[in-house]
């Protein structure tokens, strides 16, 4: 089965990180990544921009800002992976080892259609 696994991190403390803090991120990503594409787990991911950065369109209400998605939490997904596991209890396993000081909160969802996976 296939599930996404979203990250959500604070974008204020995110860009207040030290170069050093900032590496060391990078190189547990990149450690997390080679693993699960070793063993076939990884089918994609990305990081995506902060949410002021982005739009929100509305049925009926036309077009907002993002930050008009959900007032008053300071996390926000900024990064996903998608990958391909037995059970889902396999990709909370994978998706705990992505928890930190950085990434606040992590969310596991079965993915039921794909296109390109």
């Known amino acids: 089965m296939k599930f996404m696994i979203a990250m959500y991190t604070v974008p204020d403390?995110?860009?207040?990180?030290?170069?050093?803090?900032l590496s060391?991120?990078?190189?547990?990503?990149?450690?997390f990544r080679e693993r699960l594409e070793a063993s076939g787990t990884l089918l994609n991911g990305a990081g995506l921009e902060?949410?002021?950065?982005?739009?929100?369109?509305?049925?009926?209400?036309g077009r907002n800002d993002g930050l008009n998605c959900t007032e008053g939490n300071?996390?926000?997904?900024t990064a996903f992976y998608?990958?391909?596991c037995q059970s889902t209890e396999t990709a909370a396993a994978l998706a705990s080892e992505l928890?930190?000081?950085?990434?606040?909160?992590v969310d596991v969802?079965?993915?039921h259609h794909s296109n390109g996976m």
């Open 50 to 61: 902060f949410r002021r950065e982005s739009l929100v369109l509305h049925e009926g209400h």
């Open 24 to 31: 060391e991120i990078e190189l547990k990503h990149s450690r």
């Open 109 to 111: 969802r079965g993915i």
């Open 82 to 84: 998608v990958v391909e």
């Open 99 to 105: 928890l930190d000081d950085h990434v606040v909160a």
């Open 74 to 77: 300071r996390a926000e997904m």
């Open 13 to 21: 403390d995110s860009v207040a990180l030290s170069p050093e803090q």
